[in-house]
C-alpha cells in the first residue's frame, strides 16, 4: 500500500498533535508539525495506551500526559521513564498541500 492522503498542511498547527483514525482502515496516528517537519506516530502511548494526541510537544519529543514519559517524533523512542518499548513512527510526504502518510510502512525502531 502506498502512502495515503490523511490531511492538508493548512489542517495543522505548529506544536499541536492531532489523531486521525482508521488511516488505512485499521491504523489510528497522530500528526505533528514542529520545528518545521510534519511527524506521524502511533495513536497510542506504549506504556499506558493513553492517546498521544493528548500530549504536550517539546524538543522534537512528545509527553504523554498520563504518566509524563516522552518520545521522540523522529524515532518513536522513548527518552524516560516509565515508558520503555517505542511507539511506531510512519513516513510522512508533503505533496503540494497534501500530507501523505504511508502506515504500511512503518519507520524500523533502531536502538540507540
Known amino acids: ?20 483514525d482508521d488511516v488505512d482502515g485499521l491504523t489510528d496516528i497522530v500528526l505533528v508539525r514542529t520545528e518545521g517537519q510534519t511527524y506521524a ?12 494526541c493528548e ?3 517539546e524538543d522534537c519529543a ?6 509524563g514519559s516522552m518520545f521522540d517524533l ?16 510512519y513516513p510522512v510526504t508533503i505533496d503540494g498541500d497534501d500530507v501523505l502518510v504511508d502506515v504500511a510502512n512503518p519507520i524500523p525502531y533502531k536502538e540507540s
Not at 498547527?13 to 489523531?19: G, S, Y
Not at 512528545?62 to 504518566?67: D, F, K, L, T
Open 1 to 20: 500500500m502506498a502512502a495515503v492522503k490523511v490531511t492538508t498542511v493548512d489542517e495543522l498547527e505548529d506544536d499541536t498533535p492531532v489523531q486521525f
Open 62 to 67: 512528545i509527553e504523554c500526559y498520563m504518566h
Open 41 to 52: 506516530i502511533g495513536a497510542w502511548c506504549s506504556h499506558a495506551d493513553v492517546p498521544m
Open 74 to 89: 523522529r524515532t518513536g523512542a522513548p527518552t524516560n521513564l516509565p515508558a520503555t518499548e517505542p511507539i511506531p513512527v
Open 55 to 57: 500530549g504536550e510537544i
